[in-house]
């Protein structure tokens, strides 16, 4: 939390429910970055993924276990659902259950950039 703070990035391994499936990737969150939060799919070599730039203000309507369509291609004892309402669309996160307090705060601090020199 304290390297966001300082205006460092961090990426986190992410899924990303798209339909019925969840489709692996990581969620970057760089509040010195034009787009300070993204989700970038993963690609095998030599293939380009494009990055999707979640646009805030950010909610966090909720954080519980993994269930649903496609969640069986998540580790759901590791991993927690994380919702989050964007202004153009509704996200569902599988996050690292040890990085779902990273992932909250950064989107608070994010939702207010004066909070991140706090």
């Given amino acids: 939390m304290a390297a966001l703070r300082r205006g460092e990035g961090r990426a986190v391994s992410a899924f990303v429910r798209d ?7 990581s969620l970057v969150l760089d509040p010195g970055a034009e787009s300070p939060v993204v ?5 095998f070599p030599g293939r380009n993924g494009r990055a ?12 519980g276990p993994v269930t649903g369509p496609g969640s069986l291609a998540v580790d759901r004892g ?7 309402e ?14 779902v307090p990273l992932v909250r705060a950064a989107l608070h601090l994010l939702v207010d ?5 706090a």
Avoid: K, M
């Fill in 19 to 25: 339909g019925r499936r969840f489709r692996q990737g």
């Fill in 78 to 84: 590791a991993f927690r659902l994380v919702s989050v």
């Fill in 86 to 99: 964007t202004t153009d669309r509704p996200w569902e996160l599988a996050v690292p259950a040890v990085d």
């Fill in 39 to 43: 989700w970038r799919p993963y690609r």
């Fill in 52 to 63: 999707i730039a979640l646009t805030g203000p950010f909610h966090v309507y909720g954080v």
């Fill in 113 to 117: 950039p004066a909070a991140t020199h």
